[in-house]
């Protein structure tokens, strides 16, 4: 496949999430929530998550929420990845992701965990829209990890 079919078929698959996300939804009685807006462009996420008993595995995610193609296609293809993962997999996907972000590199083990998800490494070029790609995997990291349920974004740092 050339460059170009290559980068048409990633085109099309952000415009395919970000018109049509899936896990766009409200969840009934979610055990976490994370209620994420990013200040300077307008994006807004709620993140819902539902885990087993034990909370060790995330058995439902679904999101809400407004903000452009690119954040609304990775919040979609994010709820893919994650979806019926150990939460301890979760965690590690979300600093993959973080990694290949900050690096615009992607590893054999990125490939393997975070799938359609490395769509996205090239973003690293243009700084301005990181925060648009980040701000659904930051409110998974936040609703995961924060007894607030509610923040202004911070994105992932060097």
Known sequence: MSLTSLNDLYRQLILDHGQRPHHFAVLSHPDHRFNLSNSSCGDQIDLQLKLSSDQKQLTNIAFQGSGCTLSTASASIMT?????????????????????????????QMEAC???????????????RITCVTLAWHALDKALTSSSQEETFKPFRK
């Open 80 to 108: 893919d990845t994650v979806w019926n993962l150990p939460v301890k997999q979760v965690k590690q996907d979300i600093q993959l992701f973080q990694q290949m972000i900050l690096t615009g590199k992607v590893t054999d």
């Open 114 to 128: 975070l799938g359609d998800a490395t769509v996205f490494v090239s973003v690293h070029k243009v700084p301005s």
